[in-house]
């Protein structure tokens, strides 16, 4: 049973452990750096955050799995705390760019993908890590690239887009 059994998968979370501590680093590097633009744009701290801890969610999720021989009820009841937690902080920042201009309905519905995908298959793997059943650690895996992929999108935000 491969998809509830986390020592099958002890390889892909050493490499998004180390990979997601990593871009959590640069990310807090991009911030400082940027930091006067950053405040400057009324929502834009909070995308900050948002990607940080989309990536400490990652590197959670994959210590974690690393933990040895623990229960599916153990892994499954950590993976849901740490899904849950970082869910619902992440779903309570605003998602305003800009105090001068309304946006875009896109880059509304943009923001809210980026956070459903890169938090709801944690969640969805959590359960199903604890009832075994419904693909378990193949959802936390489809949460971990969807929150990668999100963090390295709002990391490009915090670079580059700014300085348009």
Known sequence: MFAYDPSEWTDLFVA????????????FVAVSINIERILRYRGLPERALETVLLLLGVLLVSVIGLIPGQSHIALGLELLFVSLAVGTVIARLPTIHSADA?????????????????????????????????????????????????????AWVLLVEILR
């Open 102 to 154: 309304e946006e875009p309905r896109s880059w509304l519905w943009g923001r809210w993908s980026v956070r459903i995908a890169g938090t709801l298959p944690l969640l969805i793997g959590a359960v199903g890590v604890l009832a075994e059943t419904g693909g378990g650690l193949y959802w936390v895996v489809a949460g971990i690239v969807f929150a990668v992929t999100g963090a390295i999108i709002n």
């Open 16 to 27: 998004t452990s180390g990979a997601s501590a990593a871009l959590a680093g640069l990310v």
